[in-house]
């Protein structure tokens, strides 16, 4: 099960027979004040060093978020995928919850990439958002991320989670959405309001590996939330969501990184252990060069 995402310059294949793909996540306002303040005055210096930095971490795609209070998203939105597009050479992930503003930044992201494929965030099981994103999938020929939720909130269950995903999907194929284009994600919840938080969302993933066997997205770092050193936390639990089946998390890169390329030297996708030598030989000259 292979997900192709393109920008004019990059191909990312998602698969869990390659390394582990990143979605760079910093590019979003929530609960970033600074970044929040520039997007109302329509200033995206922030993004464009936040998509420099991240891609230099080593972010495979973007996920690029102006949704804060007062802000024109129909407006925006699309000023900022031509700027990370321009800026950088990955695809990019076009997150809004507003269908207007996804369709207008799918429009920039055509004329810029007339033969790429960006990854739209996102979809769930709402009868309304199912109406209105799913035909921009198809009619753009993106790919989407799936978030098991519905009209009544985030469930409790692994089995209602693969019940949402297993929606999504059989919408999708029935509007001529292909399989490997949809991407799944299992949400993560913090393990501070629910010691078994955690368990759900990997029963969750291993469910839909084996059912619907696609891609899976995963905001990990939620399960750390009100947590103190939460990366120790976050660390641990990409290692197992990754195990799970999540094939492409989105994530702080620069926070995470060593920790998935361990994850996947482990799971057999580096080969004589090249990708976590050349990552660790990296960090030691920076170190020095410091």
Do not use: H
Not at 104 to 126: D, M
Not at 170 to 189: N, P, T
Not at 222 to 241: K, T
Request: net charge negative.
């Amino acid at each position: 099960m292979e997900t192709v995402l393109k920008s004019a310059q990059q191909t990312v294949v998602i698969s869990r027979e390659r390394p582990t793909v990143l979605i760079g996540e910093r590019i979003n306002p929530t609960g970033k004040k600074r970044l929040a303040a520039a997007l109302v005055e329509g200033n995206l210096e922030i993004v464009r060093q936040e998509a420099l930095q991240q891609v230099e971490a080593g972010a495979d795609v973007l996920d690029v978020n102006v949704g804060a209070a007062f802000v024109d998203e129909v407006a925006l939105l699309p000023r900022a995928v031509r700027l990370v597009m321009e800026t950088v050479p990955v695809p990019v992930c076009i997150d809004s919850a507003n269908a207007d503003a996804l369709r207008a930044a799918l429009e920039v992201f055509r004329a810029l990439a007339p033969e790429g494929k960006p990854l739209i965030n996102s979809v769930n099981g709402e009868e309304e958002r199912l109406a209105k994103v799913l035909p921009l999938v198809k009619e753009y020929g993106s790919a989407v991320i799936g978030l098991t939720m519905d009209d009544q909130g985030i469930p409790t269950t692994a089995e209602r989670r693969l019940a949402i995903a297993r929606k999504i999907v059989e919408r999708a194929e029935a509007v001529g959405i292909a399989r490997e284009d949809v991407v799944i994600d299992c949400l993560a919840l913090t393990v501070g309001a629910d010691t078994q938080a955690g368990c759900v969302t990997l029963d969750a993933i291993r469910a839909v590996r084996e059912e619907l066997g696609v891609n899976m997205a995963l905001g990990a770092s939620n399960v750390s939330f009100g947590l103190p050193e939460r990366e120790i936390v976050n660390w641990a639990f990409l290692a197992m969501v990754i195990q799970a089946g999540v094939t492409c998390p989105i994530v702080d890169v620069a926070k995470v990184r060593p920790a998935v390329l361990a994850a996947d030297l482990l799971l057999g996708r580096d080969e004589y252990a090249m990708r976590y030598i050349k990552e660790c030989r990296k960090r030691a000259k920076a170190a020095a060069q410091a």
